[in-house]
């Protein structure tokens, strides 16, 4: 069944040769002598140093993610081995989904970065938490921590926004008959992420050793083994023990519940951080490949906030709707945003730049839709 998944998802996602993934080579900022990025380090730095905060996570975060490692093992143990009635186990299953996003967000994301502890190997315990879900560490760290956060909304270079022929995330890339209606269909092909993530793109990115059209590093022998052993533990985990405890229909029901959710929340969160209406996509000036604004600039022309006011919202995607302050601070744990952006919207404004923030999640979503309307017109260039 995962390699049917995975076939089916090669044709629905191959990306067909356009402007945006084309060969390119990977842009150059500009250093400022007196850069905004200097200056808001500065007065973060000092923020931290006057109340004695450690960038790191505390006692807050660690318990959250022992509650949401927990409700994983909990949730998983009892769809398994104790079969609830059909009603209850759909409603687990759309928890369990969402678990596997919460984990992702709150626990793994900081431990990617390094932001989790101030310990190396707690960080290395919580970004390979990503394995307990079925994706890659290594290629999670490429896409994401080197590409994704260096060269944000840079067709061709930020792999987040290279959908692939069924949507159109940028204006440089190649429009075709059916992205009138992305801002409609969009919703289902947003829950298909996570298998297609799990399924595809990691052997993707695996076997042709490329993000895009960026070569990844070099694997070594224990990279190796890590992926196949997180991808013969997902297919064990996830389908043979599910199928021989469940029978096949009730495992193929309950797995695409939990793959739906899972993929809607991971696609819409990161989708509203930086593909709406108010976010930019440039890109760099030739022949000599150097973008027109300092890296500072960059993230935050390129990136959006969303629901801040909201404790709720913030605890359940780890802070990723305060996105301006991890673009620009990625090593300080998101348990911090809400204190930090005080000061990044007081230095935006100091040096006329705009701040841009929904004041929740329902008119994200419509900045989103809107932008996905405009890229929708091939009149966009």
């Known amino acids: 069944m995962p390699s049917l998944i995975a076939i089916c998802l090669f044709f629905v996602y191959y990306k067909l040769p356009t402007m945006s993934n084309m060969h390119q080579i990977t842009p150059k900022f500009p250093v400022m002598a007196n850069s905004l990025h200097a200056e808001l380090k500065r007065r973060v730095n000092l923020y931290l140093e006057d109340h004695a905060i450690k960038a790191t996570g505390n006692l807050k975060l660690f318990s959250k993610a022992i509650i949401l490692t927990s409700l994983f093992v909990v949730t998983y143990i009892h769809l398994i081995f104790f079969t609830p009635p059909v009603f209850y186990a759909i409603a687990e ?7 596997i996003a919460a984990i992702g967000f709150n626990v793994m994301h900081d ?3 390094g932001s989790f502890s101030k310990h190396p190997w707690l960080n290395k315990l919580a970004s390979s938490s990503i394995s307990m879900l079925g994706a890659s560490r290594f290629m999670w760290a490429m896409k994401h921590v080197t590409l994704h956060h260096t060269y944000t909304n840079i067709a061709g270079v930020d792999d987040d926004i290279e959908v692939g022929v069924l949507m159109r995330m940028a204006p440089t890339q190649k429009h075709y008959l059916l992205h009138r209606f992305q801002h ?4 289902g092909l947003y829950m298909l992420l996570y298998i297609f ?10 076997f042709t050793k490329k993000i895009g059209t960026v070569e990844i590093s070099k694997m070594s022998t224990a990279e190796h083994i890590e992926f196949w052993a997180v991808k013969v533990y997902h297919a064990f985990i996830f389908v043979v023990l599910p199928i021989y405890m469940l029978g096949w229909v009730s495992w193929l029901v309950g797995f ?22 108010d976010t930019a ?8 490949n150097k973008m027109e604004e300092e890296f500072a600039v960059h993230q935050i022309q390129t990136t959006a906030n969303f629901a801040t006011k909201s404790k709720i919202v913030s605890w359940l995607v780890g802070g990723l709707n305060f996105q301006i302050e991890h673009h620009l601070f990625p090593k300080i744990s998101h348990v911090h945003y809400p204190a930090i952006s005080k000061i990044v919207k007081k230095t935006c404004a ?12 329902v008119s994200a979503i419509k900045a989103h839709v809107q932008y996905l309307k405009l890229m929708s017109k091939p009149a966009i260039n």
């Not at 299953?93 to 678990?99: A, H, T, V």
């Not at 993530?197 to 695996?206: C, L, M, Q, T, V």
């Not at 793959?259 to 989708?271: K, M, R, W, Y």
């Open 93 to 99: 299953c759309i928890l369990f989904g969402g678990l």
């Open 111 to 113: 431990g990617s970065h």
């Open 184 to 187: 409609i269909y969009f919703w």
């Open 197 to 206: 993530w799990i399924f595809f793109a990691d052997y993707k990115k695996y």
């Open 256 to 277: 695409l519940v939990v793959g739906f959710v899972a993929g809607f929340v991971l696609s819409i969160v990161f989708q509203l951080a930086h593909t709406v209406t």
């Open 281 to 288: 996509f440039p890109l760099a000036n030739q022949p000599e």
């Open 350 to 361: 100091d040096f006329k730049l705009k701040y841009i923030e929904y004041p929740t999640v």
